[in-house]
């Protein structure tokens, strides 16, 4: 028995993946019978993978009986477009790392929530303790503050309704009407601060970039005990911020 199971299993998944090919080039769907058709499989062997493939989410029947590709591949496509876009940039976030001698952040304001998108470390400039979700302090820190000073009123209203100011430090700014003042009167826009906001004994500064239409924040941080250098890094991270969007916008 097991002797058969491999070569088995191999021609169940290639048969799949030519099913797959075939829907695929039908963007308004295509029945049972010719996808067997198309594929040469007989009619019996194409239903039970199209069911499988079906219940798996991969592809999706229509009212009609055509088969068209299923959220399952369209969440692969995202996640694959994802993965090339951040290793097209984290080189230059390595550089930015280097170049400051601060560890480099990247977020994107995706479904209603800041997500720390790729951080860039090292030994001599080591990344912040993650210690509160980042989705979840975007009060807190300059690279959340920096995607709220961007968006417009209501889906900023929106964020912070769905998130407390959890005081995180005894520097955390926990009064709703002086946050929006604060986001509405930076005098270094557009870069933002946070002075140990999040974390004592670390200070960030962030600036917006974009991804096409995407929204997100470029960031870096570091030891307290270098806020001196706060201004020059700022001087930095604006044009550094504006090859990054010209290098996301190219990558979408």
């Given amino acids: 028995m097991g002797a058969h199971d491999g070569p088995t299993l191999i021609t169940s998944v290639q048969r799949a993946f030519r099913l797959l090919e075939a829907v695929s080039a039908h963007e308004n769907g295509a029945p049972a019978k010719q996808l067997a058709r198309e594929t040469g499989l007989p009619l019996a062997t194409a239903y039970h993978l199209l069911r ?8 999706r029947k229509l009212g009609d009986g055509g088969f068209v590709l299923g959220d399952r591949i369209q969440t692969l ?17 390595a550089a930015l790392r280097d170049e ?5 952040y990247l977020t994107f304001y995706e479904d209603g929530e800041i997500r720390v998108a790729e951080i860039v470390d090292s030994p001599r400039a080591p990344r912040v303790d993650l210690w509160v979700g980042f989705e979840d302090a975007g009060h ?6 920096s995607v709220l000073r961007e968006l417009d009123e209501e889906a900023r209203m929106d964020y912070l309704s769905r998130h407390p100011l959890a005081d995180l430090t005894p520097r955390t700014v926990t009064s709703l009407p002086e946050l929006l003042r604060r986001l509405d009167s930076s005098s270094e826009a557009p870069a933002v601060t946070d002075l140990e906001e999040y974390s004592l004994g670390t200070v960030c ?6 991804s096409g239409e995407t929204l997100g924040s470029l960031g870096v941080s570091l030891p307290v005990q270098r806020l001196a250098r706060v201004p020059g890094i700022r001087d930095r991270l604006i044009p550094a911020a504006g090859r990054l969007t010209r290098a996301l916008s190219l990558t979408i």
């Fill in 52 to 59: 499988t493939l079906v219940h798996d989410g991969y592809l």
């Fill in 77 to 93: 496509r995202a996640t694959g477009r994802g993965q090339t876009l951040l290793s097209r940039v984290r080189p230059a976030l």
């Fill in 100 to 104: 400051l001698a601060s560890a480099a």
């Fill in 140 to 145: 807190a820190t300059a690279l959340g503050k």
């Fill in 205 to 210: 500064v962030a600036v917006p970039v974009r």
